[in-house]
């Protein structure tokens, strides 16, 4: 639990801030909030730990801490297990000694005290003392030097070897050494080496009070800084490596035989200095600071890139203790100080202080109760980075929060903006003021286009920025500033985007066209904006907004008069309607139609083919014919019909036309319709071959055959009308069409009908038409010749009453005589008729009479059965009586196929063989339920009498049984 006086120091506790924030954020779009954290930066708590005495020295490395009392004892204790420690008196070894100086490696595991005589008399003592053991052992080769200072080695890695470490005397010497504990854990020290290696008095007493080596990055080679009250000392060079072991002597050999060179001196009474490393994550040391009376020196230390350089640190400063608020007050030099990244703490014999090494300005201020003794010592762990204070009583630790808060506010007034962004902590509002410092620095200093390029990351007003480079006419600043705001809006805001889109277009349009206009669009200057305008285009959100103001940027543009550059955004944007536009408008037809060609969209062709074969109908055609089917030629019509003004057009339309029919034979009617308009306007030889390539067969033709008709009539096209009248079936038309073209054409349309009759009412049209011109009855003669479906007697009527008979004997003599042939033929024709069918009939009731010897039942109707069979049929009667057939026992009935000879059978003549009762069973279902009707004679019948004799039973059924 915390006393009541650790509390009312606490309360004292005095923090200072660097500075309140006082700028108002009016620039930025992020609301107004708290930028500073209220927590002190350093904090101290007290340890619960009472010492038996006075405290005089202490160290801590490691979290392992060792305090020297005035009552001769040592006080160990791991800050990891604060319960285990120990105290360990070295008073009687030395009864007249004096403790001067306690040094604890960095791993905490080697602890070298410094013990010199009270009286003067003695010698010095270096002591050594392993953290594991209890038992003090004097380093032998140390008498008669006084060790000021030790500088370990920070790369060992052993605990019980302190590797290579340089210690430092009064009189100035440098040494180099190696101690190790025994083996036998009794931790005595053994030093495998002792020897000076350097002296900086030169004769006279110059005590060392700091030494600090470390490597150089990965390579060989190492510095060294060794402070004396007044001078700061760098050395550098190569360490001399044997069997493994590591040397630092090496590095001083170029400096014994130079003049004493390559130090800083401050003046200072003091007779101590203090010597601090601040070292990063990586244990690199980055900063150093040498405490003096005039103030702290520090610099920044560059160990990876100063290889091979002179010297490791740079941006040297001194930092001024800070003034007592009492004038008439002086204070003193600090006694001790700890060096952080950004703060340099010092300890005074009461109070500790903390100054920014940034501003240099006092930012914490702490005073230690009287109570609790004098301040002894404030010293940092170099390996855990803790901060301790100790007093003559009580031990402090310090407690570092957030020591970067306001780093990034001290680089901004510095104007080292970009380590004032990176120690912000990415907060937008930090981040936004820097930005807006950054760019109105810029911006005064007359750097426009850097300034743009920071203002589109601030928060400022959109309007605001633009404005301040409109005043200043700096567009291309403006641009710049337009376009990395474009590139961080959020897709969701459109209109904005939008106007910025819109904005830039304008701005590259105008300073382009300012080029053309002075005559450098072959310049440099112009490429490259040209360049950079194309690249603008191609953004994805610039092609995206494109979509939505591409009307916008089309007429923005086409003002501007730069139709290059709309051709190559159509492009980008495949607007190709556009771009065939553009190209139609500058009158590159053949660009266009070449565009047209390589994009393959038939919907494209459709729209501007009239413009194109107005202007080049044969290109154009030749790129249609090259499309193929991809064009439909139905919806060509309308370009083809408006550009019907010459006969090249009209040549070029009829070459594609026919290149469509023949090649994917086109059925459109529309399309044939068409072409025989044309044909029938410009080429009426063509119109007929193209009519009889379509052939004869109204069903069959593609083309509207009523049309053609009526064309052909008004462009009195005669010989296309006696076509189409025939094709139509109107012959009459047709001849008489014919006729007047000529009569071999007139002879050709008669002999086209299918019916006969047809034909010669046709050749009789002609035979008028020839007799009635000429009365040429030799000519009429041949006539008859060449058309026999005429008689003389059809043509006589067309002759004059003066011609005589005379003129026609042979033939009319001769059309007798083809009458009487007739005549006697058909004779002939109905004498056979007659026999067959008298034949026929006998033979069909002969079949009757054999089948079924109805003797009995014709007897009631008849007489005597002569006057039924004639003479040919008792003929027939005779000659089956001669007739026989034979019966095999493997024979069987045809109905129920059992052997024939088992029952009475009937056989008939054609060979089927049935069962009486079989065949019996089989007829009267048909006389009793069939509907009677005609003979049924069929093919198949006539081979099988046995069959047709059912159907004759049918018949007599129906005649005789009445």
């Known amino acids: ?524 200057t112009y490429h490259q904006i040209q360049s950079d305008f194309e690249v603008f285009l191609l953004h994805p959100k610039v092609m995206k907004c494109m979509q939505h103001i591409k009307s916008v940027i089309y007429d923005l543009m086409s003002s501007h008069g730069d139709q290059q550059n709309l051709i190559k955004l159509t492009l980008m944007n495949e607007d190709y309607e556009n771009v065939i536009e553009q190209h139609i408008y500058k009158k590159t037809y053949l660009e266009a139609l070449n565009m047209l060609q390589n994009l393959k969209k038939p919907e494209l062709f459709y729209q501007f083919v009239p413009t194109l074969i107005e202007e080049i109908p044969k290109q154009t055609v030749n790129t249609m014919i090259a499309q193929g089917a991809r064009l439909n030629p139905s919806k060509l019509l309308p370009a083809f019909l408006s550009c019907q003004s010459d006969e090249l057009h009209v040549t070029e339309i009829i070459r594609y036309l026919e290149f469509m029919l023949q090649n994917f034979n086109m059925k459109d009617k529309a399309i044939h319709n068409y072409l025989l308009t044309l044909y029938a306007e410009y080429d009426n030889k063509t119109l007929m071959k193209y009519l009889e390539r379509q052939g004869m067969d109204v069903l069959m033709v593609n083309y509207d055959v009523h049309y053609a008709l009526r064309l052909c009539r008004e462009k009195e096209l005669t010989e296309a009308c006696v076509k189409l009248s025939a094709l139509l079936g109107l012959w009459e038309a047709a001849v008489e069409l014919a006729l007047r073209v000529g009569l071999s054409l007139a002879k050709e349309v008669a002999g086209m009908p299918d019916e006969s009759e047809q034909q010669r009412q046709m050749w009789l049209t002609i035979a008028e038409h020839v007799i009635t011109k000429n009365q040429d009855i030799k000519e009429a003669m041949n006539f008859l010749q060449e058309c026999p479906l005429i008689k003389i007697e059809d043509i006589l009527p067309f002759f004059s009453d003066v011609v005589t008979i005379d003129h026609f004997r042979e033939p009319i003599c001769q059309s007798l005589e083809e009458y009487n042939n007739q005549i006697k033929e058909l004779k002939t024709e109905m004498e056979e008729a007659t026999a067959s069918a008298e034949y026929v009939s006998s033979i069909l009731l002969l079949i009757l009479f054999q089948a079924f010897q109805f003797s009995f039942i014709l007897s009631r109707k008849f007489c005597n059965l002569s006057d039924l069979i004639p003479g040919i049929v008792r003929d027939e009667i005779q000659s089956f009586r001669n007739r026989s057939a034979l019966v095999s026992v493997t024979d069987t009935c045809y109905l129920c196929d059992i052997a024939l000879l088992l029952r009475p059978f009937y056989l008939f003549p054609c060979g089927h063989k049935f069962h009486a009762d079989c065949l019996l069973t089989e007829i009267l279902p048909t006389l009793c339920k069939m509907p009677f009707c005609s003979i049924e004679l069929t093919l198949t019948y006539m081979d099988q009498p046995c069959f047709l004799l059912i159907s004759l039973i049918r018949y007599l059924k129906k005649v005789i049984f009445i």
């Open 1 to 524: 639990m915390t006393s009541i006086l650790d509390q009312h120091e606490q309360a004292s506790q005095i923090y200072h801030r660097n500075k309140p924030v006082t700028e108002p954020m009016t620039s930025s779009g992020f609301i107004n909030m708290q930028m500073d954290d209220n927590n002190p930066i350093f904090s101290k708590q007290k340890m619960n730990f009472n010492p038996s005495d006075v405290i005089t020295h202490v160290t801590v490395a490691s979290d392992f801490l060792v305090l020297a009392m005035a009552n001769g004892k040592l006080f160990r204790m791991d800050l990891k297990n604060p319960d285990q420690h120990e105290e360990i008196e070295y008073s009687k070894f030395y009864p007249n000694g004096k403790l001067t100086g306690i040094f604890l490696d960095p791993l905490g595991f080697h602890l070298l005290l410094v013990i010199t005589d009270r009286n003067k008399d003695g010698y010095p003592e270096l002591v050594y003392l392993h953290r594991r053991s209890g038992k003090l052992k004097s380093v032998s080769k140390s008498r008669n030097y006084e060790v000021t200072e030790v500088g370990w080695n920070y790369e060992n890695t052993s605990e019980s070897n302190t590797g290579p470490i340089l210690l430092g005397t009064s009189q100035g010497h440098i040494l180099e050494t190696e101690l190790e504990a025994d083996s036998d854990k009794m931790f005595t020290a053994n030093q495998h080496y002792w020897r000076q290696i350097f002296d900086l008095g030169r004769g006279t007493d110059m005590p060392i009070t700091g030494i600090q080596f470390h490597r150089i990055g990965k390579s060989n080679k190492f510095f060294i800084f060794i402070t004396t009250s007044t001078r700061l000392y760098q050395f550098m060079g190569p360490a001399l490596v044997t069997d493994g072991k590591l040397s630092l002597q090496s590095i001083f050999y170029p400096y014994l035989t130079t003049p004493e060179t390559g130090f800083l001196e401050i003046p200072s009474t003091l007779k101590y200095s203090r010597l601090q490393f601040y070292f990063d994550k990586t244990d690199v040391p980055k900063i150093f600071a040498w405490l003096t009376e005039p103030g702290v020196f520090f610099g920044q230390l560059d160990t990876m890139s100063q290889q091979n350089s002179n010297s490791v640190f740079t941006h040297g400063d001194l930092i001024n203790y800070p003034a007592v608020s009492d004038p008439t007050q002086v204070e003193k030099a600090p006694i001790s100080f700890v060096l952080t990244e950004f703060h340099v703490l010092l300890m005074y014999s009461n109070k500790v202080k903390a100054v920014s090494l940034l501003n240099k300005e006092l930012v914490f201020e702490e005073t230690f109760s009287e109570v609790h003794g004098q301040l002894k010592s404030l010293i940092k762990d170099p390996k855990r980075k803790t901060i301790w204070a100790v007093t003559e009583k009580a031990v402090f630790r310090f407690k570092v929060m957030r020591e970067d808060r306001n780093v990034w506010r001290i680089y901004c007034e510095r104007e080292q903006f970009e380590l004032a962004k990176e120690y912000c902590q990415h907060n937008p509002a930090f981040t936004d003021i820097i930005n807006v410092k950054q760019a109105e620095l810029l911006f005064t200093k007359g750097q426009y286009q850097e300034s743009a390029s920071i203002y589109a990351e601030t928060q400022n007003s959109f309007e605001t920025v633009c404005l301040k480079f409109l005043e200043k006419d700096e567009l291309h600043a403006l641009k710049v500033y337009l376009f990395k705001r474009f590139e961080a809006i959020d897709d969701d805001n459109k209109t904005l985007i939008s106007m910025i889109v819109i904005w830039m277009t304008e701005l590259y349009l105008s300073r382009l066209g300012f080029l053309r206009r002075t005559g450098n669009e072959n310049s440099e």
